[in-house]
């Protein structure tokens, strides 16, 4: 059971967690690798043969090499006999051949492994990042999603295509040496025993260390990645109130905090690995001075002296590597936290079990004692009761933080209710699947999104099997068409990036004629003329009139323009309903709208 305090993505960012928060950590990391591996496990099986057998053959050369002198040489010297010579010599060739083909292979099995474990996780934690819910991302920044989905990914994959495969080698080749040499002479042996008592305190000391270190590392990599990108998002911002200096003091902070990080994980290498090396030439020194004065007595042969001190030498040889492997483990397995605490979240608006079907709605929405709230603190809308007939189109006014938009983003199901339900043609709306609220509820905000690609790219996110007939249709009934051609490619031309082409009335017109396309029973315009000009305003007025005679409307607007095509204003104050009525009854009166409409007229004079 992991604590909540580390549950998905909360304490990501802390690096003093306590002893049962890194064991959860862990038990979570090694439950994702789990399932990255198991539908692999076969090929794994395969490799692990392989990498055995090639470790194997490696560590015979120098048992070989002490048969080769002790029984070869004396046998050509005082027999003439080169047998014993030669078939050694030929096993000695055989098994380097044997195990640097089995490594090759090796290494083409541990690639399509890792790589087939890569494409996974990638695949992952881009699908989850689509799933999870709108509140997920309002709180967890696109620079943290960037950092696990780029340098996170980048530090495994380092790991799995050169570590891991270090690792594997490694510790087999340090084993089956050990084997060897134990057969070959146990005194020799002993002595590398000894040795591992000091070898396993040096890497506890490490261990410990490195893993706050690494998390510290993670952590300030992504902080400086968030920083970034928000940069350069809002570059726009940033240049026009000269931001710039201000930006690059916060961006050198967290470049120095990176390199602290760094430099203290550089720090904790700078005492292991020559703690290594010194272990290691102590150990080789032992068995050489104890294994001299044994051949001086006659208790071991000079061949079997010099397997041991080859032994003992290749033993430490690739701890080295290990340590090194150790670095890219500690930060790849910070890395896999991060990634396995965004793959932990669940989306706060889940997909029903069994699902409502909604062949066809009429767009009758109703809401039945609801209350929100986006925290416990503050309820945003209390006890809520609202009934909008089908086809029915509605302004909602108000000041800002009245509730209007909290009201649109719960009919389109971004968020559910803390109590009572919302109903869409009388089911409730967190009981449809998403694919059939979707084609019901479209929502069009006041920045209007347009990704890479042409015009008739972006308006067929509506309806990608539309045809250009089709999308022509919608371009013109929300006047768009006349500057779509206008363009030098017409419906073919690019937008650039994020619509960087195209102005934001231009875009506007663009998402309307993509929301129109799509043919919703109920169409969401959250301030969504809020970028035209009045001409602009004017002609998508009259497109409105005529588009959303046959589909119910919430329109929420502070152009009180735009509330005259509306049958129905709800004017909002704190997150209830205080005026409710046609317009020209409102504005007739004395309430809170027409004083709004009062003021909004005099702004126009």
Not at 508 to 524: G, M, T
Request: avoid cysteine.
């Amino acid at each position: 059971m992991t604590p909540a305090s580390v549950t998905g993505v909360r304490g990501e960012e802390r690096d003093d967690y306590t002893k049962e928060e890194s064991k959860a950590l862990r038990r979570r990391s090694v439950k994702l690798l789990g399932s990255l591996l198991s539908p692999h496990r076969g090929l794994l099986i395969l490799t692990s043969l392989v990498i055995v057998i090639s470790s194997l053959a490696q560590a015979a050369g120098p048992f070989l090499i002490a048969v080769a002198i002790d029984q070869g040489l004396p046998a050509i010297v005082n027999e003439s006999d080169w047998r014993p010579a030669w078939v050694t010599v030929l096993v000695f060739i055989a098994a380097g051949i044997a195990g640097a083909v089995l490594i090759a292979w090796y290494h083409v099995l541990a690639a399509r492994v890792s790589q087939a474990i890569l494409l996974e996780l990638r695949t992952r934690v881009f699908r989850q990042t689509q799933l999870l819910s709108l509140e997920f991302h309002e709180s967890y920044t696109s620079g943290r999603i960037i950092a696990r989905q780029t340098s996170d990914l980048e530090t495994i994959s380092e790991l799995l295509e050169s570590g891991l495969t270090e690792l594997v080698q490694g510790m087999l080749y340090m084993v089956f040496t050990l084997v060897m040499l134990l057969i070959l002479d146990p005194g020799s042996a002993a002595v590398l025993l000894v040795a591992l008592v000091p070898l396993y305190l040096l890497t506890r000391w490490f261990q410990k260390r490195s893993q706050l270190r690494f998390r510290q590392t993670r952590t300030t990599s992504a902080k400086l990645i968030v920083h970034f990108v928000e940069t350069m998002t809002g570059i726009r911002a940033v240049q026009a109130f000269r931001k710039e200096p201000r930006n690059a003091r916060e961006f050198g902070e967290h470049v120095e905090n990176y390199r602290v990080a760094n430099q203290r994980v550089i720090g904790l290498f700078g005492v292991f690995d020559p703690g290594l090396i010194l272990i290691g030439n102590v150990t080789v020194a032992a068995v050489v001075l104890i294994g001299g004065f044994r051949v001086l007595d006659g208790s071991i042969a000079v061949g079997v002296l010099l397997a041991a001190i080859l032994y003992t030498r290749r033993f430490f040889d690739p701890i080295e590597q290990l340590a090194m492997f150790y670095n890219s483990y500690q930060s790849a397995s910070a890395a896999l936290e991060k990634i396995s605490g965004v793959l932990e979240e669940s989306p706060t608006v889940p997909e029903p079990e069994q699902p409502v079907r909604l062949a066809k709605s009429s767009g009758a929405l109703r809401f039945e004692g609801v209350e929100f709230a986006y925290n416990p603190e503050t309820v945003i809308l209390p006890e809520f009761e609202l009934d909008i007939p089908a086809g029915q189109t509605i302004a909602l006014v108000g000041s800002t933080g009245a509730g209007k938009s909290t009201l649109a983003k719960l009919i389109a199901r971004f968020y559910d209710p803390s109590r009572g339900r919302i109903t869409l043609d009388g089911a409730d709306i967190a009981h449809l699947s998403s694919a059939d609220l979707r084609r019901a509820v479209v929502m069009v905000t006041q920045e209007a999104y347009l990704f890479s690609g042409t015009v008739s790219d972006n308006i067929a996110l509506g309806k990608p099997d539309a045809t250009p007939e089709e999308i022509e249709r919608a371009a013109r009934a929300v006047g768009a068409h006349e500057f779509i051609t206008e363009l030098p490619d017409g419906y073919d031309s690019s937008v650039n990036k994020r619509g960087g082409r195209l102005s934001a009335g231009q875009r506007q017109l663009v998402s309307f004629a993509r929301a129109f396309l799509a043919d919703p029973a109920v169409l969401i315009l959250d301030e969504a003329t809020a970028s035209l000009d009045i001409p602009g305003e004017r002609a998508v007025q009259e497109a409105l009139q005529t588009l959303l005679s046959d589909r119910t409307a919430v329109i929420i607007a502070h152009r009180l323009s735009t509330v005259s095509i509306a049958d129905r204003v709800l004017v909002m104050e704190h997150g209830r309903i205080v005026e409710d009525g046609a317009p020209a009854d409102l504005i007739g009166g004395s309430g809170r709208f027409a004083q709004l409409h009062a003021a909004w007229r005099d702004s126009l004079v």
